[in-house]
């Protein structure tokens, strides 16, 4: 089984912290990818990853980056954490080049609340 | 860009019965994906059903079944016998060949089975 897991199912923070969300898959997939989660706007990305090192801008990259040091793992980072930042975060990983599959595998997800 | 509209936020259905979630979606793209997924009030996003553009057949998954009109731009989701257990939310998610993998969701239409 492919198994996404997130550090935190639940995290709390106040404006203006550093905020790193975590996130590791077991199934040496190349892709990986961060969305925010908000009622009425489904799943947005913020992030992708096609490698290690590398990245690419999603739709709302605003306010976030990200690292990925190593294949199995791809962070989130918040700067400098906003409360219009309160929402669930979800990583997924899913194979590159592979069309037959193309499915994208979901870790539990963070609801991160910013005071 | 692509755009997926799910234009049911909630929807409720007996047991035993079956419901049609409605998902659209616009592209210029002709070789594509389109995906539903499901996520339970446990959060863990799951993939339900899979359908390439490229196929005419409609994809089946068990009690699963989607309605692909690629002239209408349409993507509808059958579930028969609704079970206690198909309770959720369901996404819609359009996924082009050309796009590195990147999957556009829709907004998420909650199912409630009533007993």
């Known amino acids: 089984d492919v198994k996404v897991t997130q550090s935190s199912r639940y995290l709390v923070k106040r404006t203006g912290e550093k905020v790193f969300l975590e996130c590791v898959q077991d199934?040496?997939?190349?892709?990986m990818f961060w969305y925010r989660q908000d009622p009425g706007l489904g799943l947005r990305l913020i992030y992708f990853s096609y490698d290690v090192k590398m990245k690419e801008k999603g739709d709302i990259p605003e306010g976030y980056s990200v690292s990925r040091e190593k294949k199995e793992r791809f962070s989130l980072i918040l700067e400098s954490a906003s409360t219009n930042q309160t929402s669930m975060y979800l990583c997924?990983?899913?194979?590159?080049?592979?069309?037959?599959?193309?499915?994208?595998?979901f870790g539990p997800g963070t609801r991160l609340t910013v005071t | 860009a692509q755009t997926v509209t799910q234009s049911q936020p909630e929807m409720s259905v007996q047991e035993a019965e079956t419901v049609t979630l409605s998902c659209t979606y616009d592209t210029s793209e002709s070789d594509y994906y389109l995906f539903w997924y499901k996520q339970p009030p446990s959060r863990q996003m799951i993939l339900v059903i899979r359908q390439e553009a490229y196929k005419q057949q409609n994809a089946t998954e068990n009690r699963f079944s989607v309605n692909f009109q690629k002239a209408a731009k349409s993507f509808s989701l059958k579930i028969s016998d609704s079970q206690l257990g198909d309770a959720a939310m369901y996404f819609c998610?359009?996924?082009?060949?050309?796009?590195?993998?990147?999957?556009?969701f829709g907004q998420g239409t909650r199912l409630t089975i009533n007993p």
């Open positions: 199934m040496d997939h190349e892709n």
């Open positions: 998610a359009y996924g082009g060949v050309q796009g590195a993998q990147k999957l556009v």
């Open positions: 997924a990983s899913s194979h590159s080049f592979d069309r037959i599959s193309y499915e994208q595998y």
